[in-house]
């Protein structure tokens, strides 16, 4: 009997093997996947990344993902949101998964030693990718040479406007190894050659960065020159710059495809080109190689090079990228997205794109960055390579007026995707119900904790039809039936939405719960509230990865659930039939639902 037990011990395991075989890559927090997160078999690989909220970082988790494919090993990736507390237990997690590999990329590299060393003292074998864990002993670091990277643009700097000029450094996020490696390769030739007039940390954020740029400027008028980090930093520097209508030379680090362009613009200097999909392709293949029981390097660097306008053309960028399956002539699909910064427009971009390849039509993607004179710019530039159907997804839905009522004048059919374009008449706009779902939303606060509650509001960004859509479901039923004590924006943005809510809770101190317009500023509230020692409901919009998570986790109360990858499938789907000469509906709801810890699973 005994034996007859461990012979169906040993069917059961050959078919869970067998049943396993291939590739399965899972995005922590996508809804309906909870079920399959699991990994109770040996040769899974876990990869905790510091936040997909910066274009680096989701190209590292994409070249990993594509490795991982490749190989047909089970990858679980999961976003810390940069937030070192949440990645140490995101680590934990894993290792309760028996993930085989960690491969980290640390929010901070002291703060996730502990899990780290956890991890290791289990048996896992961890790899680090673009920053290291401090004080432990791990199986291997891929990276940039951060330092060497820095020295070389720092250099670029002296070379091209001499020695002893003025410079300004902004700084990565405190703690990061990559943000201290550049640090340290700044100063090992500016300290030296330059005067550094200005160093302040913009924690590898575009809009800290313009914030702090600006704060440098008033206080320092006559800088010449700016070493930012990385390109989310230098890109912030960039619309500072240009807001005070000053000439200064802004340098970055990473080579993301905004750096790229507005190198090609001339509107940023230079960049060091990093290549993220490689670094997480890397980790990958090395895991694999552990797992089979191989010996791997302990340090496997990968090169960096300085970009210029004078080598960007050789570079590849969302333009590209998108050049292979783009078909010259009638039939081109042009999209222009208000920002990449945000998950949301990411998945947007994605759904698109997978439409695009599925209908083999040739589409265009290009990436605003929340500037509305960019986008106009992009949406002209698009109407002159001559597409049929031009895909808008406004920064502002009065600024791009004049630019899409040029194109329909110019016979591009258009569709709005999210946003509505104010004032023009155009073909189709597909789009969640923003009023309803803030109307779901804020009833929501309502039925909980009940009418008469002191609620805080943090709006989108002024102008966007999105931002006033929802402020206008959130009126509805708010105005009626609780007390608004503060309403404010946060430009759609976390850090925006921390530093709102702080000041709001220094402001009323019994507010009782806050909507915000998005799960950016939602989660950026989550964090105030917890600094503040506080219990506040927290509602946001959007359903992305990290609030699904911080709902799982009791840290957020709900948001709404729109479906960015349908909006952007739907738009391509439809102007494949304008192309075509079909009609299509003036206007494409798509379904938005409130998702709570009841349903968050």
Known sequence: MKHMKKILALILCVMMAVSLTGCKIVIDGESGMAATNKTETSGAVGLSVSTQNNPFFVTLVEGAQAAAKESGVNLTVVDAGDDATKQVSDIEDLVSKNVSVLIVNPVDSDAVSGAVQAAVNSGVKVISVDRVVNDVEIDCQIASDNVAGAEMATQYIVDTLGENIKVAELQGTSGASAAIDRGTGFHNVADEKMEVVASQTANFDRTEGMTVMENMLQANSDIQAVFAANDEMALGAVEAIAGAGKDI?????????????????????????????????????????????????????????????????????????????????????????????????????????????????????????????????????????????????????????????????????????????????????????????????????????????????????????????????????????????????????????????????????????????????????????????????????????????????????????????????????????????????????????????????
Not at 283 to 292: Q, R, S, T, W
Not at 365 to 387: C, F, M, P, R, Y
Not at 508 to 524: K, P, R, T, W
Request: proline letters at 2%; glycine letters at 8%.
């Open 249 to 601: 030379l802004v340098v970055g680090f990473d080579a993301t495809d905004d750096a790229l362009a507005a190198i090609k613009a001339g509107r940023m200097a230079a960049t060091i080109a990093q290549q993220p999909a490689l670094i997480g392709s890397t980790a990958v293949e090395n895991a694999v190689k552990l797992i089979g029981g191989e010996t791997i390097e302990k340090s496997i660097p990968v090169e960096v090079t300085l970009v210029t306008q004078d080598n960007v053309e050789t570079f590849s960028n969302a333009e590209e990228e998108t050049a292979a399956v783009e078909i010259v002539g009638n039939g081109n699909i042009g999209l222009s997205v208000s920002t990449q910064n945000n998950p949301f427009f990411v998945t947007l971009v994605e759904g698109a794109e997978e439409a695009a390849t599925a209908a083999g039509v040739g589409l265009t993607v290009v990436d605003a960055g929340d500037d509305a004179t960019k986008q106009v710019s992009d949406i002209e530039d698009l109407v002159s390579k001559n597409v049929s159907v031009l895909i808008v997804n406004p920064v502002d839905s009065d600024a791009v007026s004049g630019a899409v009522q040029a194109a329909v004048n110019a016979g591009v059919r258009v569709i709005s995707v999210d946003r509505v374009v104010n004032d023009v008449e155009i073909d189709c706009q597909i789009a969640s119900d923003n009023v309803a779902g803030a109307e779901i939303a804020t009833q929501y606060i309502a039925d909980t904790l009940g009418e008469g509650t002191k609620v805080a509001e943090l709006q989108g960004t002024s102008g966007a039809s999105a931002a006033i859509d929802r402020g206008t479901g959130f009126h509805n039923v708010a105005d009626e039936k609780m007390e608004v004590v503060a309403s404010q924006t946060a430009n759609f943005d976390r850090t925006e939405g921390m530093t709102v809510m702080e000041n709001m809770l220094q402001a009323n101190s019994d507010i009782q719960a806050v909507f915000a317009a998005n799960d950016e500023m939602a989660l950026g509230a989550v964090e105030a509230v917890a600094g503040a020692g506080k219990d506040i409901l927290v509602v946001g919009f959007d359903a992305t990865d990290d609030a699904v998570a911080a709902i799982k986790e009791g840290r957020m109360a709900a948001t709404i659930a729109q479906q960015p990858a349908l909006i952007g499938s739907t738009a391509v789907e439809n102007a494949v039939k304008l192309i075509n000469g079909e009609s299509i509906e003036k206007s494409i709801p798509v379904e938005v639902t409130l998702i709570t810890k009841e349903n968050a699973q």
